[in-house]
């Protein structure tokens, strides 16, 4: 059991480990501005006054404080690169679980032996929770020791709390690439419907935000996690990662169905 | 017993006719040779009986076991190899790595052997491997886990004619250890070789199945004969010969060959070659619809 997955897990870690390095570029230089910023006198309610109330909201920035580095990196790092940007990596990802296989031919040698399409698929499909975890672990300690070099302290149980969450959010990113890359055999569409889903469902949900239409931004899987919110709040509403999660598994029973039926040609 | 059984199996994608009707029965001591042209359902059929493809009508037993059911298609590919025409193998690994990988998933007890049989640079890495490489790497893994039969779909495309020597010498061996062979070709002449029995198959469906030596003995020579002078065609009307053009002279010949020879030795031949039917002739002779 879990061959697959600690194979699938393996197979690229040195890309995954330089999509960290980048991360980790992008968080210092963050973290490093923060000092310079607060020292500027820059005023940010003043910034957020001016902006359309419905992008204010939608970045959270209605309840964040600038003048904390939590609230400065929720809007700079975390409701973006963090939700948004990867969040559209794993749909990216999972968009290439059945497909890439099939495009490649790869698939007919591992299907083969002696395992179901389903075990297959939620094997693989497994593999992105070492990758989340890994994201997380290299990510939340960077923010912490970044934070810390510059005489500022995160509370280590808050990180903790945004980290862990990011899990199920971006399982359901992958869910989502999962089930096009079971309908759609041509890897390359698969992925960008899949990121494309997420970036429209994103966007959206920050223009229905103050409108009549908010219920449209429900179908955005960022809707459901805030990390702003989280840092600035410190207030975790269960119910979020719990729908996230009922929806990963409905996701993926759908494609195990389609995938158990589908005609595999390659 | 048998180890793959189809019943009227039909698989159609659409309108579009992949096979029909198709009745195959191969034996568990036996080298089936699956012959057919490019496009004639080869692939297809390959695919709907280990269930890659899923069948419009019809049954499918492999090992004894229902393809249709999840459960039985996972017990028999404990027992199963496969070889498809095309695939491929994750670049960035090494050839050991993916030979793990695949022992993990079914099982290496011949692994070992196999490598000292087809040798490729086990260290490095996939992209770095020639054709014939990724070819042995894709052998080896198909009789790794010593299965009781091994699919595979023209098996030796991109092997030199050593290896191909090799890869024959090794089926025949498998053969006689109890695993039953699959083999898909559109060469007559490398089925031959090794095979026991084959079934032709065109447009879809299952021409015939035959032993090989029959097919051989029925398909017979094929001799082209330039002369100088022409021939007279009543004289070339004998048992065992059988003319299939003039000009130059092309003769399907099972018998009889001295007294072609005789007949001939009165021209003045300016060139003549005589070789092995191959699938395009013996689909010409027999199977022209």
Redesign the interface.
């Known amino acids: 059991m879990f061959?697959?997955t600690i194979?699938d897990f393996k197979?690229?870690l040195k890309g995954k480990i330089g999509l960290s390095v980048i991360l980790i570029g992008l968080v210092s230089l963050i973290i490093g501005l923060f000092p310079s910023i607060q020292e500027s006198g820059f005023s940010f309610e003043e910034y957020i006054q001016n902006l359309p109330p419905a992008l204010a909201e939608a970045f959270g920035a209605t309840i964040a404080n600038y003048s904390t580095i939590e609230g400065f990196l929720g809007m700079e790092f975390y409701s973006w690169f963090w939700t948004v940007a990867l969040g559209a990596y794993f749909a990216y990802k999972g968009g290439s679980l059945i497909s890439g296989e099939i495009e490649?031919?790869?698939i007919?040698?591992?299907?083969?032996?002696?395992?179901?399409?389903?075990r297959y698929f939620v094997e693989k499909f497994l593999s992105y929770v070492p990758d989340a975890f890994l994201f997380n672990i290299i990510l939340g300690l960077s923010v912490y020791v970044g934070s810390f070099l510059i005489n500022e302290t995160i509370s280590p149980i808050l990180l903790a709390k945004v980290h862990f969450l990011s899990i199920p959010f971006w399982l359901a990113c992958s869910a989502i690439g999962g089930v096009f890359s079971v309908f759609i055999d041509e890897e390359r569409r698969a992925k960008l419907f899949a990121t494309g889903f997420i970036f429209i469902a994103y966007i959206i949900e920050t223009i229905t935000v103050q409108s009549d239409f908010s219920f449209l931004g429900k179908m955005s899987f960022t809707h459901y996690y805030k990390p702003i919110t989280i840092l600035s709040t410190g207030e975790i509403d269960l119910i979020n990662p719990l729908i996230l999660s009922m929806a990963t598994l409905v996701i993926v029973f759908i494609s195990l169905i389609a995938f158990?039926?589908k005609?595999?040609?390659? | 017993m048998e180890v793959i059984k189809t019943k009227n199996l039909d698989k159609f994608?659409g309108d579009i006719k992949g096979v029909k009707d198709l009745d195959l029965s191969i034996r568990s001591e036996e080298i089936f040779g699956f012959l057919g042209p490019n496009g004639a359902g080869k692939t297809t059929t390959i695919?709907t009986i280990?269930g890659?493809?899923?069948s419009t009508k019809g049954s499918v037993e492999l090992l004894g076991k229902d393809v249709s059911n999840?459960?039985e298609?996972?017990?028999a590919?404990?027992e199963?190899?496969?070889l498809?025409g095309?695939?491929?193998?994750?670049e960035?690994?090494t050839g050991r790595e993916a030979l793990d990988?695949?022992e993990?998933?079914?099982g290496g007890e011949k692994r070992d052997e196999l490598i000292k049989t087809f040798s490729i640079p086990l260290d490095e890495k996939i992209k770095n491997y020639s054709h014939g490489n990724k070819q042995k790497l894709?052998i080896i893994?198909a009789f790794m886990h010593n299965p009781k039969l091994v699919v595979l779909d023209e098996p030796t495309q991109g092997l030199d004619p050593l290896m191909q020597k090799k890869f024959n010498q090794m089926i025949l061996e498998e053969n006689k250890k109890g695993t039953a062979i699959f083999f898909s070709s559109h060469i007559l002449s490398e089925v031959r070789k090794v095979c026991d029995r084959v079934g032709i198959i065109k447009n879809g469906e299952l021409i015939t199945i035959e032993d090989i030596d029959d097919l051989m003995q029925k398909s017979g020579k094929i001799a082209i004969v330039e002369t100088k002078e022409d021939v007279d065609r009543q004289q070339l009307d004998l048992e065992g010969i059988n003319l299939l053009s003039q000009n130059p002279l092309k003769l399907v010949i099972t018998d009889g060959f001295n007294e072609l020879i005789n007949i001939l030795s009165k021209y003045t031949i300016e060139d003549i070659t005589i070789r092995e039917s191959n699938l395009e002739d013996v689909f010409m002779h027999f199977y022209e619809e």
């Open positions: 061959e697959i194979f197979k690229n490649t031919k790869r007919d040698l591992v299907l083969s032996s002696p395992l179901t399409r389903s158990e039926k005609d595999i040609q390659t | 994608y695919r280990l890659f493809l899923k999840r459960k298609l996972v017990k590919k404990e199963i190899g496969f498809p095309e695939y491929s193998f994750y960035n690994i990988y695949f993990k998933l079914k894709g893994q």
